[in-house]
């Protein structure tokens, strides 16, 4: 049985403004990128229990010659989509061009 595709689901507007707010309202520095909703809600939850680290959500900008894994691993999670989209479609055609069947 088939999970089926891997989908990754970009936070709603409404976690983002949460998040906005308990950042303002206890002055915590705000996320650099939220790439899913998953990561909104465990952001939402360590703000909530007063864990909140942000050093895993936001870029050293200082240092923008040396991404951090955190940094490389979002900038991939948020191409993926699209690279795998790229690749489906293309892939037809590379057989055809090539000769290759399956």
Do not use: K
């Amino acid at each position: 049985m088939s999970a089926g595709p891997l989908r990754i689901e970009a936070p709603t507007d409404a976690q983002l403004r949460y998040i906005r707010d308990l950042c303002r309202d206890n002055g915590y520095t705000h996320p650099d990128a939220i790439c899913s909703r998953w990561e909104a809600e465990e952001i939402i939850e360590a703000m909530r229990a007063g864990t909140y680290n942000p050093a895993p959500y936001c870029f050293p900008f200082e240092d923008a010659q040396q991404p951090t894994t955190a940094s490389s691993a979002r900038s991939l999670i948020r191409i993926l989509p699209d690279v795998l989209a790229v690749l489906i479609c293309a892939f037809p055609f590379v057989c055809l061009a090539t000769g290759w069947t399956l």
